[in-house]
């Protein structure tokens, strides 16, 4: 397990990289009710991660096991040729593909709306996690897990310990808010630029060498 761990702590403090999510929760900590309102997005936040995460693992656990325990539909060599090509174009895309500012503002702009009730915030943040770009690790992540072969308490832990991290974009901001002052607040707007302006670097480096990784294991079998 502990292997599996030093595999996947890294690989979720690079899906926690989510700009807009991190840029989202700024914004509400600045507004009223700043404690309520980065509750429910964290809490969205945290929900999406975790069905994300579900999700793909029974998907992965299905294709290698099969219905009925047997062979699954491509065989753990075909199944990491797919994940390193997945990995290598979503490098790509991240090195080429740069976010725009001006939507990232439209959105940000919506989120501060006085007219939106509080209760939505649970949904935006489940929203700016789908659209985020966590999703890719988090299939890697998954990946390692399913082909790890360890106990299911073993993948509990695992599990829950990439999705707090994956979701830090939501509790970091929502951790502050309870603590208050504005020392934390200008210490994550510069992580939140910070982020803006590198997050999808550092993310395709990450992409390009998983992709890579899994491309020379399935090789190698």
């Known amino acids: 397990m502990w292997d599996l761990l030093a595999q996947t702590i890294p690989l979720a403090l690079v899906g926690a990289i989510s700009p807009l999510a991190l840029l989202g929760a700024l914004v509400l900590l600045g507004g009223p009710s700043p404690l309520r309102r980065c509750g429910l997005f964290a809490a969205g936040i945290v929900t999406m991660t975790t069905l994300f995460f579900v999700g793909v693992y029974v998907a992965l656990r299905l294709n290698l096991t099969g219905e009925s325990g047997h062979q699954g539909l491509l065989s753990s060599e075909a199944a990491q040729i797919v994940m390193a090509a997945f990995l290598l174009g979503c490098a790509g895309f991240f090195f080429f593909k740069a976010p725009s500012p001006e939507s ?113 294991s399935a090789f190698g079998h």
């Open 104 to 216: 990232q503002r439209k959105i940000l702009a919506r989120i501060d709306s006085p007219r939106i009730p509080t209760i939505a915030f649970f949904l935006i943040g489940m929203v700016m996690m789908w659209f985020s770009a966590s999703f890719v690790v988090i299939i890697s992540i998954v990946h390692r897990m399913s082909v790890a072969g360890l106990a299911p308490q073993d993948n509990v832990i695992v599990l829950v310990t990439s999705i707090l991290i994956t979701s830090l974009p939501g509790l970091i901001p929502f951790v502050a808010a309870l603590l208050g002052g504005d020392g934390a607040r200008e210490t994550l707007q510069r992580l939140g630029l910070w982020t803006t302006l590198n997050g999808r670097y550092i993310l395709g480096v990450m992409m390009l060498v998983l992709g890579v990784q899994d491309l020379l």
